[in-house]
DNA sequence: CTTAATCTTGACCGACCGGTCGCCTATTGC
DNA sequence: GCAATAGGCGACCGGTCGGTCAAGATTAAG
């Protein structure tokens, strides 16, 4: 620093946080690279190496903030929760809407996102929560049990707004729990056909049955 | 040949069966073994060596038959391909019912495949062609096409019934082919939740939707 | 200024990756 | 019987995999 004079409070706190930055930001680097690298392609088609030159940190840096790959995918799932959450969820349901029209919206949303995407990166990526579960989870069980949780917290906003549209008389008697999964199902599916099809407008051709699912009691 | 007298017709055709089914034995081996790790395991997760030791053969022997990994893989789509037309496409579809009975008959099916698998890998597999497509999609442009066009196939079976039942008057004016594709989309986007849950019961909880999907033309 | 903890670096590890090669044998057509 | 071919074999290739380590630089705290 510069001016090393008395530091005030508020300078501390901007130093602080200029540190603390400073400590995760190697480590954040390392996340986004892992992240943007495996999103794009797989979990195995993907090497330390390759995460570590994209984020401009050596190898020996990487294990010292993460004891192994697996742990980093943790983290990077952890990243993209946070993301998906920001970009897709809180958008599509937020409350200026009755029910059944945020779930319209949440088609929406998730189209543009996936488009967006597809512009960066040159293809289509699909979900990557569904993406790394179909890799993984017949052989990593702690990366499978952590994905099943975002799938879980995924359903309960489904479920959360099939609630109110049942309480407010939108929609007749059904399995809410087995319909917000079957809602979610049908999303992963159309993911996985639009990156198979490499054609984000899938999602705009299947949405319109997304809302219509229904679970009878 | 112990009796190599003068050859009849029938001795030809049956030697040169025995012989073809001989020449073929080892490529076939390759080729289960291959899809029994595969499937059980991921792409990138199956190594040639692993392959040829499963299938008893020496790795020189495997790239006597396939010029490289990738190709065999191609072979292996193949064989999945015929495994699940006879396993659960063709019963299911069979004309003895009314053509959405065979929508839910073909749920009933799959969860048997599902289930029966699951009991010999020890989980569930999921759907074999959606693995392979979320794991390669981005990176296998001949991979990718392959499979799309295994589920082009199966959208067409779904596509065949739908016809059958609108001409039937069993269903409204609906996009039969949208309403084919929104179908294998949930098809696929429940055996991911199924897998990712390691939980085939799933398939029966979230069927009854299957067969109500409709895309409005 | 010193100490201790945090961070960074680059060389290094054994294991495994997909793939190659030359040699040997068994079977084929002539 | 002979030549040609297909199939089988095992050692071997360079490269990459995830991961380790010891030593140096940087920083915060007393």
């Known amino acids: 620093m510069k001016n090393p004079g008395n530091p005030l409070v508020l300078d501390r706190t901007v130093y602080y946080n200029m540190r603390m930055l400073g400590e995760h930001d190697t480590r954040q680097r390392i996340v986004s690279s892992a992240r943007d690298l495996i999103y794009s392609r797989s979990y195995a088609g993907v090497g330390v190496a390759e995460i570590c030159d994209r984020a401009d940190v050596k190898k020996g840096s990487f ?4 004891p192994s790959k697996q742990e980093l995918s943790l983290a990077v799932i952890d990243d993209l929760r946070v993301t998906m959450e920001d970009r897709v969820l809180i958008p599509a349901f937020a409350r ?5 029209e945020r779930l319209e919206r949440f088609v929406k949303t998730l189209y543009e996102f996936q488009k967006n995407t597809a512009a960066e990166a ?3 990526l699909g979900c990557p929560f569904g993406n790394l579960a179909l890799e993984l989870a017949t052989s990593d069980e702690t990366i499978r049990r952590k994905l099943e949780a975002v799938f879980a917290s995924i359903e309960a906003r489904f479920e959360h707004v099939l609630s109110e549209a049942q309480t407010a008389g939108d929609i007749g008697e059904v399995d809410v729990q087995a319909t917000a999964k079957a809602m979610l199902a049908y999303i992963e599916g159309m993911l996985l056909m639009a990156k198979t099809a490499n054609d984000p407008n899938l999602i705009m051709r299947l949405g319109p049955a997304f809302a219509q699912i229904r679970i009878p009691r």
């Not at 294990?63 to 993460?66: G, L």
């Not at 200026?96 to 059944?100: A, E, G, N, V």
């Open 122 to 124: 040159g293809r289509i």
């Open 96 to 100: 200026d809407l009755p029910p059944i």
């Open 63 to 66: 294990y010292h903030f993460f």
